[in-house]
Protein backbone atom coordinates (compact mmCIF):
# COMPACT_ATOMS: atom_id res chain seq x y z
CA UNK A 1 0.00 0.00 0.00
CA UNK A 2 2.44 2.26 0.64
CA UNK A 3 4.34 1.78 -2.08
CA UNK A 4 0.98 2.59 -4.29
CA UNK A 5 0.83 5.84 -2.66
CA UNK A 6 4.08 6.49 -3.62
CA UNK A 7 3.55 5.38 -6.84
CA UNK A 8 0.77 8.00 -7.43
CA UNK A 9 2.13 10.80 -5.68
CA UNK A 10 4.67 10.95 -8.03
CA UNK A 11 2.69 10.23 -11.18
CA UNK A 12 0.28 13.12 -9.92
CA UNK A 13 3.53 15.49 -9.55
CA UNK A 14 4.75 14.10 -12.75
CA UNK A 15 1.66 15.04 -14.91
CA UNK A 16 1.22 18.40 -13.25
CA UNK A 17 4.66 19.15 -13.94
CA UNK A 18 4.36 18.13 -17.83
CA UNK A 19 1.20 20.62 -18.12
CA UNK A 20 2.81 23.26 -16.25
CA UNK A 21 6.08 22.93 -18.85
CA UNK A 22 3.72 22.39 -21.76
CA UNK A 23 1.98 25.64 -21.24
CA UNK A 24 5.53 27.61 -22.14
CA UNK A 25 5.20 30.05 -24.81
CA UNK A 26 8.68 29.77 -27.59
CA UNK A 27 9.29 31.83 -30.09
CA UNK A 28 12.04 32.42 -32.61
CA UNK A 29 13.59 35.29 -34.14
CA UNK A 30 15.86 36.14 -37.49
CA UNK A 31 18.61 38.11 -35.99
CA UNK A 32 20.55 38.34 -39.37
CA UNK A 33 17.20 39.75 -41.47
CA UNK A 34 16.70 42.26 -38.22
CA UNK A 35 20.23 43.39 -38.39
CA UNK A 36 20.17 43.89 -42.37
CA UNK A 37 16.39 45.14 -42.69
CA UNK A 38 16.06 47.39 -40.13
CA UNK A 39 15.74 51.08 -41.31
CA UNK A 40 19.06 51.48 -38.79
CA UNK A 41 20.80 48.74 -40.09
CA UNK A 42 20.14 48.95 -43.69
CA UNK A 43 21.66 52.67 -43.50
CA UNK A 44 24.54 51.19 -41.77
CA UNK A 45 24.97 48.72 -44.37
CA UNK A 46 23.86 50.86 -47.09
CA UNK A 47 26.61 53.93 -45.80
CA UNK A 48 29.64 51.16 -45.10
CA UNK A 49 29.31 49.70 -48.67
CA UNK A 50 29.64 53.21 -50.08
CA UNK A 51 32.27 54.30 -48.18
CA UNK A 52 34.29 50.46 -48.89
CA UNK A 53 33.33 51.14 -52.76
CA UNK A 54 34.77 54.92 -52.56
CA UNK A 55 38.13 53.35 -50.91
CA UNK A 56 38.00 49.94 -53.90
CA UNK A 57 37.82 52.86 -56.25
CA UNK A 58 40.41 54.88 -54.96
CA UNK A 59 43.04 51.78 -54.75
CA UNK A 60 42.10 50.97 -58.27
CA UNK A 61 43.40 54.01 -59.66
CA UNK A 62 46.15 54.08 -57.33
CA UNK A 63 47.36 50.40 -58.35
CA UNK A 64 46.82 51.43 -62.20
CA UNK A 65 49.02 54.47 -61.20
CA UNK A 66 51.83 52.30 -59.99
CA UNK A 67 51.80 49.50 -62.63
CA UNK A 68 52.27 52.26 -64.82
CA UNK A 69 55.37 53.64 -62.88
CA UNK A 70 57.12 50.19 -62.71
CA UNK A 71 56.16 49.63 -66.84
CA UNK A 72 57.61 53.20 -67.57
CA UNK A 73 61.16 52.50 -65.14
CA UNK A 74 61.16 48.83 -66.62
CA UNK A 75 61.35 50.30 -69.97
CA UNK A 76 63.95 53.02 -68.73
CA UNK A 77 66.06 50.12 -66.95
CA UNK A 78 68.01 49.93 -70.05
CA UNK A 79 69.06 53.19 -69.95
CA UNK A 80 69.31 54.01 -66.63
CA UNK A 81 73.07 53.30 -64.60
CA UNK A 82 72.58 50.73 -61.87
CA UNK A 83 71.96 53.02 -58.86
CA UNK A 84 69.57 55.33 -60.36
CA UNK A 85 67.43 52.34 -61.74
CA UNK A 86 68.16 50.77 -57.56
CA UNK A 87 66.96 53.72 -56.52
CA UNK A 88 63.78 54.32 -58.47
CA UNK A 89 63.02 50.94 -57.64
CA UNK A 90 63.18 51.22 -54.32
CA UNK A 91 61.21 54.59 -54.13
CA UNK A 92 58.42 52.05 -56.58
CA UNK A 93 58.46 49.81 -53.47
CA UNK A 94 57.69 51.99 -50.55
CA UNK A 95 54.76 53.54 -52.88
CA UNK A 96 53.36 50.06 -53.33
CA UNK A 97 54.12 49.43 -49.57
CA UNK A 98 52.33 52.66 -48.35
CA UNK A 99 49.16 51.78 -50.78
CA UNK A 100 48.99 48.18 -48.98
CA UNK A 101 48.93 49.85 -45.49
CA UNK A 102 46.60 52.72 -46.76
CA UNK A 103 44.16 49.84 -48.26
CA UNK A 104 44.81 47.23 -45.02
CA UNK A 105 43.50 50.75 -42.73
CA UNK A 106 40.80 51.12 -44.63
CA UNK A 107 39.57 47.69 -44.28
CA UNK A 108 40.05 47.79 -40.52
CA UNK A 109 38.49 50.99 -40.10
CA UNK A 110 35.42 49.79 -42.16
CA UNK A 111 35.29 46.85 -40.21
CA UNK A 112 35.61 48.44 -36.72
CA UNK A 113 32.54 50.45 -38.22
CA UNK A 114 30.73 47.70 -38.36
CA UNK A 115 31.29 45.80 -35.61
CA UNK A 116 30.54 49.00 -33.80
CA UNK A 117 27.01 49.25 -35.38
CA UNK A 118 26.29 45.89 -35.08
CA UNK A 119 26.79 46.24 -31.23
CA UNK A 120 24.47 49.48 -30.83
CA UNK A 121 21.41 48.45 -33.04
CA UNK A 122 22.33 45.01 -30.61
CA UNK A 123 22.20 47.82 -27.65
CA UNK A 124 18.68 48.80 -28.76
CA UNK A 125 17.84 45.40 -29.64
CA UNK A 126 17.77 43.88 -26.37
CA UNK A 127 15.36 45.99 -24.67
CA UNK A 128 12.88 46.06 -26.84
CA UNK A 129 12.83 42.43 -27.40
CA UNK A 130 12.83 42.24 -23.15
CA UNK A 131 9.90 44.01 -23.58
CA UNK A 132 7.91 41.91 -26.08
CA UNK A 133 9.07 38.99 -24.01
CA UNK A 134 7.65 40.53 -21.08
CA UNK A 135 3.99 41.67 -22.51
CA UNK A 136 3.44 38.64 -23.86
CA UNK A 137 4.91 36.19 -21.37
CA UNK A 138 7.13 34.25 -23.70
CA UNK A 139 9.16 31.72 -22.02
CA UNK A 140 11.98 31.28 -24.85
CA UNK A 141 13.01 33.00 -27.86
CA UNK A 142 15.08 31.25 -30.37
CA UNK A 143 17.21 32.29 -33.01
CA UNK A 144 16.34 31.06 -36.57
CA UNK A 145 18.71 29.46 -37.99
CA UNK A 146 18.66 26.76 -34.74
CA UNK A 147 14.97 26.23 -35.51
CA UNK A 148 14.21 22.88 -37.85
CA UNK A 149 10.76 23.49 -38.23
CA UNK A 150 7.70 25.33 -36.41
CA UNK A 151 4.99 27.34 -36.98
CA UNK A 152 5.06 30.94 -38.26
CA UNK A 153 2.94 32.41 -35.61
CA UNK A 154 5.99 31.85 -33.31
CA UNK A 155 8.13 34.22 -35.81
CA UNK A 156 7.84 37.35 -34.43
CA UNK A 157 11.02 39.02 -36.21
CA UNK A 158 8.70 41.32 -38.43
CA UNK A 159 6.61 42.43 -34.74
CA UNK A 160 10.27 43.43 -33.27
CA UNK A 161 11.81 45.10 -36.71
CA UNK A 162 8.93 46.96 -36.78
CA UNK A 163 9.61 48.35 -32.55
CA UNK A 164 13.32 48.90 -33.91
CA UNK A 165 12.12 51.14 -36.26
CA UNK A 166 10.26 53.03 -34.34
CA UNK A 167 12.77 53.52 -31.55
CA UNK A 168 15.26 53.98 -33.55
CA UNK A 169 15.84 55.02 -37.99
CA UNK A 170 19.86 56.18 -37.55
CA UNK A 171 23.30 54.92 -36.13
CA UNK A 172 24.71 57.92 -37.17
CA UNK A 173 27.78 56.61 -38.66
CA UNK A 174 30.46 58.95 -39.61
Same mark, same amino acid.
Given at each position: M +??? #????VVTFLFFICTHVLAEQKIAYIDMKYILNNSK @???EAQDFLQKKLKQGQKKFVETE? &? =?KK *?? @??LLSKKANLNKEDYTKKANELRK +? #??LHQSDKRTLIEKI? +? *? $??? @? $? &?????? =??? %?? *?NYI? !??? %?SLVLEKKNVVIGNTENDITNIIV? +???? !? %???LNLK
Open positions: +KYL #VKFF @AGKN &S =L *QE @AD +K #VMT +K *Q $RDE @A $R &SKLLDK =LTP %IL *QD !ENS %IN +KLDK !E %ISS
